[in-house]
């Protein structure tokens, strides 16, 4: 597995990182405890070293997991995980129906390191993002209570996520931040606007969550596709039946890549979104094994200029039909 570099920061891991929010939640059926673990133990001995979590995934339970299954690979691997949640029975976000409460106050954010500490059962979290802007909270608060802990070397680098160009410049002024990670693919480019190019002109890194559009990208789905009770797709504007027709041109231009170059439309999202930035990690996430190596597997494909030019010349006529969240989840995302 070849290995990149978050912006300018010493923070190396592998091109592909593994997202482990399914594992957990919200998809369905939590996944079995002893093949979630020899899931995240393979994708050690297939050279990832970049694995995400957060608190809220469970909640607590992910965390909890990889804890346990990387244990064995300590100072081998890179675990990322995220604050910002109220998680306080009231405020139960499973489901994510009503919307989950924010709080990054200093004194939450200090308290949930040392809760995050104990379930990943390391002596510093390798990055630590908040997980979606609170706008009751000045980010240069929030800056300086993760720069406080990495004073105090419980943290070792400071991310957001889903942050407008606005607040990273913010942010960042206070306390250098290694990487975004926010929601891109080739359905979802709001990034390219002005994100993208504040992280390149500030040297941060970009993590890509739901690289392959929750699993659409893949060319699994069609508009008869149901959703297990629990799987929070159900409830998402884009995986209405209507737009997953309306939306299957993108995944046709894929698998035509696809076709030519031996590979999977997952395998071509993947190494599209590699070809972007250098300093671009995916986390694509998966709970069975044989998927996860297909997505490996998209480190390995390389798509030249005409490639990449025949991709973006069709997917710019392609209108993406149906918002990513309902109103009440996309107004989290910051300015």
């Not at 510093?124 to 000045?138: E, G, N, S, T």
């Not at 993108?250 to 030519?260: E, K, N, P, S």
Request: proline share 6%; net charge negative.
């Amino acid at each position: 597995m070849q290995k990149r570099t978050l912006g300018r920061s010493n923070l190396e891991v592998s091109a592909l990182g593994l997202g482990c929010m399914g594992l957990s939640f919200g998809y369905g059926s939590v996944t079995d405890k002893s093949e979630a673990i020899a899931l995240l133990r393979a994708a050690v001995e297939k050279g990832v070293t970049f694995f995400d979590t957060a608190e809220v995934y469970g909640p607590f339970t992910n965390e909890e997991l990889l804890g346990e299954a990387l244990a064995p690979f300590k100072g081998q691997v890179v675990i990322a995980t995220k604050f910002g949640f109220d998680l306080s029975p009231q405020n139960d976000p499973r489901g994510m129906k009503g919307g989950p409460a924010l709080d990054s106050r200093p004194e939450h954010i200090k308290a949930v390191a040392e809760a995050s500490l104990k379930r990943l059962q390391v002596d510093a979290l390798d990055l630590f993002y908040q997980h979606r802007v609170d706008d009751a909270v000045p980010i240069e608060d929030v800056a300086g209570a993760v720069r406080d802990l990495i004073q105090q070397g419980k943290v070792k680098h400071f991310g957001l996520s889903e942050a407008g160009a606005q607040t990273i410049r913010r942010a960042h002024a206070v306390q250098p931040i290694t990487a975004l990670q926010s929601e891109y693919s080739l359905w979802t480019r709001g990034p390219e606007a002005e994100v993208l190019p504040t992280l390149e002109e500030l040297g941060i890194g970009f993590v890509p969550y739901s690289p392959l559009g929750r699993g659409f990208l893949t060319g699994k789905m069609d508009g008869g596709t149901t959703f297990a009770n629990g799987d929070f797709r159900a409830t998402l504007p884009r995986f209405t039946p209507q737009a997953m027709k309306a939306n299957q041109a993108l995944v046709d231009l894929l698998g035509q890549i696809a076709a030519r170059k031996a590979a999977t439309p997952a395998q071509i999202a993947l190494a599209w979104l590699l070809a972007q930035r250098p300093w671009i990690v995916p986390i694509p996430g998966t709970t069975k094994l044989h998927r996860l190596e297909e997505n490996l597997g998209g480190a390995d494909v390389q798509l030249s200029p005409e490639d990449l030019r025949e991709i973006e010349g069709t997917a710019s006529q392609i209108t993406v039909l149906g918002a990513r969240y309902p109103e009440h989840i996309e107004r989290l995302t910051g300015r």
